[in-house]
């Protein structure tokens, strides 16, 4: 987990570095290690780390390509850019670190935005591309990494958490139909909105363009569900998707700081601690959280919007 704010001036006025500072501090919990700004003119990106794979100061953000043209801050795991890495070395491409973070950059001077169509993992990140004058914001498939937005005063916001935008909007308003939903049926990731007006959530498996030249924005998806049949009888049936099960847990292994599994007690999570354990032949850290008030979330919600003027 990391924490990354932007900010774009639509009207070309220059980033006020302080803005982005409160932007990040706001949510510093969510990256501990280290912290990062990079502005140019009307741009402005700024992240603080959480440090996972390559613990060293070469995975500081933000991160540029060599000629400093792609600049990135990033939220997320690639779990598969060993394999990536090495596809981009026998295409010419150089590393100066080991993180999946610079990964995601080469793989954009490859690919460009077909880049996401070969990524493995959860992310919420941000590309500026100083030669195309665009900036990409891209969610993962399964919308497990958050991303918000927000435009006000012909200014683009994003970050990693609603609070970090609202010190900007022009009015802070409730919106009441998402605060409902999810107050009586439980309701929280049905569509873009969030619980105040005017601040959204960009798609998963979506990328969100700011056309830096035009301040023109348009959304693009890059990958959608698909069914994929199985050949052969039950036997054959489960052998595949333990084969996929096992493939999946064994990938998001991948780390160079301790494992650890948070166990409910269902059977899902214990599935997959189950086989992380074996894998890790045992050196797995396991735990659990437990509440003796079961709707004491709801509650805390509601007397929030109740008591608090926003």
Same mark, same amino acid.
């Given at each position: 987990?990391?924490?990354?704010?932007g &900010?774009i001036?639509?009207?070309?006025?220059?980033?006020?570095?302080k803005d982005?500072?409160k932007?990040?501090k706001?949510?510093?919990y969510?990256?501990?290690?280290?912290?990062?700004?990079?502005?140019?003119?009307?741009?402005g990106?700024?992240?603080?780390r959480?440090?996972?794979?390559?613990?060293?100061?070469?995975?500081?953000?933000?991160?540029s390509?060599e000629?400093?043209?792609?600049?990135?801050v990033?939220n997320?795991? &690639?779990y598969?850019?060993?394999?990536?890495?090495?596809?981009l070395?026998r +295409?010419?491409?150089?590393f100066?670190?080991?993180?999946?973070? =610079?990964?995601i950059?080469?793989?954009?001077e490859?690919w460009?935005?077909?880049?996401?169509?070969?990524?493995?993992?959860?992310?919420?990140?941000?590309i500026?591309?100083?030669?195309?004058?665009?900036i990409?914001l891209?969610?993962?498939r399964?919308?497990?990494?958050?991303l918000?937005?927000?435009?006000?005063?012909?200014?683009?916001?994003f970050?990693? =958490?609603t609070k970090?935008l609202?010190?900007?909007?022009?009015?802070?308003?409730?919106?009441?139909?998402?605060?409902?939903k999810?107050l009586? +049926?439980?309701?929280?990731?049905?569509?873009q909105?969030?619980?105040?007006?005017?601040?959204?959530?960009?798609?998963?498996?979506?990328?969100?363009?700011?056309?830096?030249?035009?301040?023109?924005?348009t959304?693009?998806?890059?990958?959608?569900?698909?069914?994929?049949?199985?050949?052969?009888?039950?036997k054959e049936m489960?052998?595949?998707?333990?084969?996929?099960?096992?493939?999946?847990?064994?990938?998001?292994?991948r780390s160079?700081?301790?494992?650890?599994?948070?166990?409910?007690?269902?059977?899902?999570?214990?599935?997959?601690?189950?086989?992380?354990k074996?894998?890790?032949?045992?050196e797995?850290?396991?735990?659990?959280?437990?509440?003796?008030?079961?709707n004491?979330?709801?509650?805390?919600l509601?007397?929030?919007?109740?008591r608090?003027k926003?």
């Open positions: 987990m990391c924490g990354i704010a &900010i001036n639509l009207n070309q006025k220059p980033v006020n570095k982005l500072e932007m990040i706001l949510v510093n969510r990256g501990p290690d280290d912290d990062g700004y990079f502005v140019k003119e009307n741009i990106f700024e992240h603080c959480l440090s996972i794979i390559d613990l060293s100061k070469a995975g500081h953000q933000p991160m390509n000629n400093t043209t792609i600049w990135i990033y997320g795991e &690639i598969n850019y060993l394999e990536l890495g090495e596809e070395k +295409q010419g491409h150089t100066k670190s080991k993180t999946d973070t =610079e990964v950059i080469h793989s954009y490859e460009g935005e077909d880049c996401f169509k070969k990524f493995n993992g959860d992310w919420a990140l941000a500026l591309d100083l030669n195309k004058k665009k990409i891209s969610r993962d399964f919308s497990v990494k958050p918000y937005y927000t435009i006000s005063n012909k200014t683009f916001y970050g990693s =958490e970090q609202l010190p900007f909007l022009e009015k802070k308003e409730l919106n009441r139909d998402v605060m409902f999810y009586k +049926q439980g309701l929280i990731d049905f569509n909105e969030t619980f105040f007006k005017a601040v959204y959530k960009v798609k998963p498996k979506y990328n969100l363009i700011v056309d830096l030249a035009t301040g023109k924005i959304e693009t998806q890059y990958w959608d569900y698909h069914l994929e049949e199985i050949p052969g009888e039950q489960t052998e595949k998707f333990k084969e996929l099960f096992r493939d999946s847990v064994k990938i998001r292994l160079d700081v301790p494992i650890g599994s948070l166990l409910s007690g269902g059977l899902d999570s214990s599935s997959i601690s189950v086989v992380a074996e894998l890790t032949e045992g797995l850290n396991c735990f659990s959280v437990v509440s003796k008030e079961k004491i979330l709801k509650k805390n509601l007397i929030f919007f109740v608090k926003i």
